[in-house]
């Protein structure tokens, strides 16, 4: 018996065949977007993993804002440490106990060590908490300071100009939290193919 001659082996180069590298990189899991609207560009990264550090654009000024931050809470901290007294009437004009404006102190110099974790690193899920702290301390504080002066009826300019102060810290502080948790939007190039 004679058997056929084979045909000669054709070698596919499947880098250059669109289709069957589309198909590859289906049959991977590679390239479409997952639950967090990631894109991953190969099995590794799926499977390991994005670091958000490397996804994250900074707005302009960011780094000099929480560093501007942790210098004024720090400094306003340890005013309130050392010397209780004359924070609390340079604000209000009245005296109080030095207790609690030594612990408002030492609740702002915890805050304001947030603050200084949040400018070194660059991990985005600690840089929006920081800003969120932020915002949430100056909220408080707002709240606080203007009870105060409807209860006691003061309004003296060194109070309005602490109270407009927050607003502005906050306003500044939410503006960045926002622009930071955006997602950036991705170009992608859908290449359609007949299955």
């Not at 590859?24 to 590794?44: W, Y």
């Not at 209860?151 to 502005?168: K, P, T």
């Amino acid at each position: 018996m004679s058997s056929k001659p084979q045909p000669p082996l054709m070698k596919k180069h499947s880098q250059t065949d669109l289709v069957s590298r589309l198909k590859t990189r289906k049959i991977l899991g590679v390239g479409g977007e997952d639950d967090d609207g990631e894109i991953h560009r190969s099995k590794i990264s799926q499977m390991l993993g994005n670091q958000m550090r490397f996804g994250v654009r900074e707005p302009i000024g960011l780094r000099i804002w929480i560093l501007m931050s942790a210098v004024l809470f720090t400094t306003i901290a340890l005013i309130a440490l050392v010397f209780p007294s004359q924070l609390y009437e340079f604000v209000f004009e009245l005296r109080t106990t030095r207790i609690s404006i030594r612990l408002y102190g030492g609740a702002l110099l915890s805050v304001s060590l947030i603050m200084w974790k949040g400018l070194y690193t660059s991990e985005k899920a600690i840089i929006q908490w920081t800003l969120l702290t932020e915002a949430c301390l100056l909220s408080v504080q707002f709240l606080v300071t203007s009870i105060t002066l409807v209860e006691l009826g003061l309004m003296s300019n060194s109070a309005i100009l602490l109270l407009l102060s927050e607003v502005l810290f906050l306003i500044i502080t939410l503006l960045y939290y926002y622009h930071l948790g955006r997602r950036t939007k991705k170009t992608q190039n859908h290449t359609h193919s007949a299955d």
